[in-house]
């Protein structure tokens, strides 16, 4: 395989570093070259290299047996304090990289070309193709048998199991994969899931998104290592969208779905069979993040990461920045936010979005946006028009601070676009969204999300407890919750089994109430700080006990969570 960037005497002959850091050579002892790859075996002195850019990956692996002192930056970031022998250290290309050595050491490294890489890529399309999840599909539509199981145990607060995707890494996940598998459904189907946990550690199974009983998506059973669960429900009428799963055992939820607990639903209506949507090109698109070390996914948490855990690579659909290499020029996204606490601001490079659907379904007619946020939770559907051949990125414009806005936009995926590509139109109409009659409102409640971050995070003061009602409602009655975020983080809002709408928001520092732009059903709702927003729930059909907490895990592990009793 040959390219039009070897590798180059930068990576051939180490002591270019002395050009980089004057008097401090590094003699290599040994070199062997191939097309795009190149292996060194060095000697390091103890010096101080000032940030600079390798032109290729660097993989380094220590060898004389002895651990090194060693001090990282990578793009800014501290990595790592020791460097020991066989251990790797990652050094990304074009990416600004410093460290302190404090005692000399030998080593190998193996320098890879980056477009060595990207030219694999496109030659193995299908390893890079987005579509690795493994799917139930419909097949009975009276009743639907699942198996679902846990697989890999907990040392030590580390996941260690079953590999996801393509990768090396170690993670947790539900039959052996990371994103669990997509289950495919439809309304009306009876589902009897059995879930079994071979962790070492007790779990359970929340069917996020579902309208269906407390009693059968209850977060308050666990299911202990061994042990299996029966959860046998029907879809009813108004079940369709983008849903998924994930584990709620409270206080170790952000741990747990960290480690890759998570799975997508997808569920068909008869709207699903409008021309202009069965004409699309389908895809599915989870966002989840991962921090990797040693091999495995790192489910640690320090104390800064109860404020809420980011993982160091935001994967779409278990894989770093892959293609989808479009068939149609008309797409319909079906787009997840699986992470603990990342937001993604979502944008397609020179292509809008047009949203048909949220959280709990259809809109009444798609909707142009420039960009469109998803915090930690929230489901959308966006359709997608490539009206021209190329290549085009979707990034996450989002930083995770409080402005959820970033200078450097993040790629998570490329879409390439067919040659010649023919748009399809987008539908005129997609369904009717229930104008909610204010007047019935029986009651309204008002919360106020708050704590001292990291240490605990509260609603109305006080931190969850299971065999405390925060809220007793009668059945079939309508409620506005008006939920305020008296703290500096956002709090993403989740209500379990009742989908609600939102009427309006109060912007920070502001006493004017925007009413909502457009009506929808939703389960999850962004929260900024200091920020109020007012919903309206319809608590039909069904009674029990289930909770309402924020989104972000590690938020909900350490108290924001609060419980609800609809009785009849």
């Known amino acids: 395989m040959s390219l039009e960037e070897p590798i180059v005497a930068d990576l051939a002959r180490l002591e270019s570093m002395s050009k980089i850091t004057p008097g401090i050579p590094v003699p290599i002892r040994q070199f062997a070259q191939w097309d795009g790859i190149a292996l060194a075996h060095c000697y390091h002195p103890c010096c101080e290299l000032p940030e600079h850019q390798w032109k290729h990956h660097l993989i380094g692996i220590g060898g004389t047996g002895s651990p090194a002192t060693v001090e990282h930056r990578i793009g800014g970031k501290f990595h790592q304090h020791s460097y020991h022998s066989h251990e790797i250290m990652i050094i990304p290309a074009r990416v600004s990289y410093s460290a302190f050595w404090q005692q000399e050491h030998e080593f190998s490294m193996l320098g890879m070309n980056p477009s060595f890489l990207e030219k694999i890529a496109r030659e193995s399309v299908k390893a890079t193709q987005i579509e690795l999840i493994p799917q139930f599909i419909t097949i009975d539509p009276l009743i639907q048998q699942i198996l679902l199981a846990l697989h890999g145990d907990m040392i030590a607060g580390h996941p260690t199991g079953h590999l996801f995707g393509e990768s090396l890494a170690i993670a947790l996940g539900y039959n052996e994969t990371v994103p669990g598998a997509t289950l495919r459904l439809q309304e009306g189907d009876r589902v009897r899931l059995t879930f079994t946990n071979h962790l070492d550690v007790p779990t359970n199974l929340h069917t996020h998104g579902l309208h269906i009983s407390p009693e059968v998506d209850n977060p308050f059973v666990l299911v202990m290592p061994g042990e299996s669960r029966l959860h046998?429900?029907?879809?009813?009428?108004?079940?369709?969208?983008?849903?998924?799963?994930?584990?709620?055992?409270?206080?170790?939820?952000?741990?747990?779905?960290?480690?890759?607990?998570?799975?997508?639903?997808?569920?068909?209506?008869?709207?699903?069979?409008?021309?202009?949507?069965?004409?699309?090109?389908?895809?599915?698109?989870?966002?989840?993040?991962?921090?990797?070390?040693?091999?495995?996914?790192?489910?640690?948490?320090?104390?800064?990461?109860?404020?809420?855990?980011?993982?160091?690579?935001?994967l779409v659909n278990g894989a770093y920045q892959p293609q989808l290499v479009a068939q149609k020029a008309t797409l319909r996204l079906r787009l997840l936010n699986a992470s603990n606490a990342r937001s993604y601001l979502l944008k397609l490079e020179d292509i809008p979005l047009n949203l048909i659907a949220t959280d709990d379904g259809f809109i009444e007619k798609p909707i142009l946006l420039k960009e469109l946020l998803l915090t930690p939770g929230e489901r959308a559907e966006v359709m997608v028009q490539l009206d021209r051949s190329g290549s085009f990125s979707l990034l996450n414009l989002a930083d995770n601070s409080q402005n959820i806005g970033r200078e450097m936009p993040e790629p998570l995926l490329t879409i390439v676009a067919p040659d010649?590509?023919?748009?399809?139109?987008?539908?005129?109409?997609?369904?009717?969204?229930?104008?909610?009659?204010?007047?019935?409102?029986?009651q309204t409640r008002k919360f106020k999300f708050g704590g001292t971050a990291p240490f605990s995070y509260t609603i109305d003061g006080r931190t969850f407890k299971m065999d405390r009602i925060d809220a007793r409602v009668k059945v079939n009655t309508l409620e506005i919750w008006e939920i305020e975020n008296a703290t500096h983080l956002i709090h993403p809002f989740h209500l379990h089994t009742y989908p609600f709408q939102i009427l309006a928001r109060q912007a920070a520092q502001s006493d004017l109430w925007q009413p909502e732009p457009f009506r929808a059903w939703r389960d999850n709702i962004n929260l900024p700080a200091k920020e109020k927003v007012r919903i309206v729930i319809p608590f039909r059909d069904i009674t029990g006990r289930t909770v309402f907490h924020c989104h972000i895990s590690e938020h909900e592990d350490r108290g924001m969570m609060g419980v609800i009793e609809v009785t009849s």
């Open 420 to 442: 010649n590509p023919q748009p399809t139109p987008l539908p005129k109409r997609l369904a009717t969204v229930e104008e909610i009659d204010l007047s019935k409102v029986t």
């Open 232 to 314: 046998e429900f029907t879809l009813p009428k108004g079940s369709a969208g983008t849903r998924w799963y994930h584990p709620h055992p409270h206080g170790e939820v952000a741990t747990q779905q960290f480690a890759g607990l998570s799975g997508a639903i997808v569920i068909e209506s008869p709207l699903d069979k409008i021309p202009e949507l069965k004409a699309a090109e389908e895809h599915l698109l989870i966002f989840k993040d991962f921090t990797i070390s040693k091999g495995r996914v790192d489910a640690d948490h320090s104390l800064l990461d109860w404020f809420g855990k980011y993982g160091d690579l935001p």
